[in-house]
């Protein structure tokens, strides 16, 4: 196999083809240094096409001194924070709409269902976001203890705990709004 100098060189003289070599032999390394950051993605794909594309405009910035796998895995890590930042500034609440497929419930029946996650997310946004965050993980994208507190680096024992403290607000939420003379939901 060619040397990654040389095939860089060739890319940068105009001959595109020769940087298929390049992403052949380091896809698969790109994909999983971005897998760890996001296990549960479905776009891991699209994000190592991004890589390799960034990579290939920034040739000509690259150093042959160094290492071509390091510059082009600091590509991946890069672009792998930015992803994350992204994920992190968009609303948890966006998260929980739910799409209605034609073979679903019946009209009214599938109104009902969103007026109910109306109230409930109106009823959740009363609680902190520490305790709002918990309850969207775990009940509407159905996260594990574990991949909780992976995710917001806790400990397990501290997402149990507000989950449980979340659980009882919400809990006196919905009680408080129900005596008021509202419905809860």
Do not use: C
Not at 40 to 47: G, K, P, Q, V
């Amino acid at each position: 196999m060619q040397d990654d100098q040389e095939i860089i060189a060739k890319v940068l003289q105009g001959n595109k083809g020769a940087y298929a070599l390049i992403v052949n032999k380091y896809k698969g390394k790109v994909a999983s240094i971005l897998q760890k950051s996001f296990p549960h993605s479905n776009d891991i794909e699209d994000i190592v096409q991004e890589v390799f594309i960034k990579a290939y405009y920034s040739l000509p910035d690259y150093k042959p001194n160094h290492s071509f796998s390091a510059w082009l895995y600091r590509i991946a890590i890069n672009r792998g924070i930015d992803e994350w930042r992204k994920r992190k500034r968009a609303p948890l609440l966006a998260e929980m709409d739910v799409e209605l497929k034609d073979d679903g419930p019946a009209p009214e029946d599938a109104y009902l269902v969103k007026e109910q996650r109306t109230g409930l997310r109106r009823q959740m946004m009363v609680l902190d976001l520490e305790h709002r965050t918990v309850l969207a993980l775990h009940y509407l994208q159905q996260l594990s203890y574990q991949e909780i507190s992976s995710k917001l680096s806790l400990s397990v024992d501290t997402v149990r705990m507000r989950l449980s403290h979340a659980r009882k607000k919400l809990r006196e939420q919905l009680i408080k709004t129900e005596k008021k003379g509202g419905h809860p939901l």
